[in-house]
């Protein structure tokens, strides 16, 4: 399976080479960012996980979260922040996946980063799935909701559509993907591997 890929967004240099050294040493593929400006320049999709300063010296995190919000599938967020409980940040929370506050030890850190990253398929694999069986905008939607375990009810209202369009979209992707169900879709995205 491809190495998880995880981007560190942090103003303070000794903080991206510290996590970079520790993230890389336990198996991971990291790509750094010392500024908003740097962050925004990643190309998201193919990232796994952000691992997220919110206050950094040429603007506010939060503005990357409105770039991943743009990316499928999208990856998974941690803000790792000392402001975690101002009042705008505690507006972001339901915008991530986890909220810690500074400082972080190493082994937190990596306890954080394997629950992130071990729940999910990669990201590059599920866009590579997608790809080569040339799912619609919409379907890779359907589908990356489905595997974070949304039911048909939740994906309508996530999707803002009515169930039968949902059945109409999974009538599509079973199609494209020669798979009997849905479970059966999504057990082929678990499995599949990158070429």
């Not at 190495?3 to 990291?30: F, M, N, P, Q, T």
């Not at 990856?75 to 929370?93: F, I, K, M, N, Q």
């Not at 030890?105 to 398929?121: F, H, M």
Request: proline letters at 4%.
């Amino acid at each position: 399976m491809a190495k998880r890929r995880i981007l560190v967004v942090d103003d303070e240099i000794r903080i991206v080479r510290s996590w970079r050294r520790s993230l890389e040493a336990a198996g991971y593929e990291v790509v750094a960012a010392c500024s908003l400006r740097e962050a925004l320049a990643i190309d998201l999709r193919g990232i796994d996980l952000i691992l997220l300063d919110l206050v950094l010296a040429d603007g506010h995190g939060a503005r990357l979260l409105e770039e991943r919000n743009r990316v499928w599938p999208r990856p998974a967020v941690a803000v790792v922040s000392g402001y975690v409980d101002s009042e705008w940040a505690t507006r972001l929370y339901g915008e991530c996946d986890i909220v810690v506050p500074k400082p972080v030890t190493e082994a937190v850190l990596l306890e954080l980063v394997q629950k992130l990253t071990t729940t999910a398929v990669p990201a590059r694999a599920l866009e590579a799935f997608c790809r080569q069986h040339a799912l619609s905008p919409r379907e890779t939607q359907l589908l990356t909701l489905a595997l974070a375990g949304f039911d048909n009810a939740e994906l309508a209202t996530r999707l803002g559509c009515r169930p039968g369009t949902i059945k109409t979209y999974w009538r599509r992707l079973l199609a494209k993907t020669h798979c009997a169900s849905q479970r059966h879709v999504i057990a082929a995205v678990a499995q599949f591997r990158l070429p």
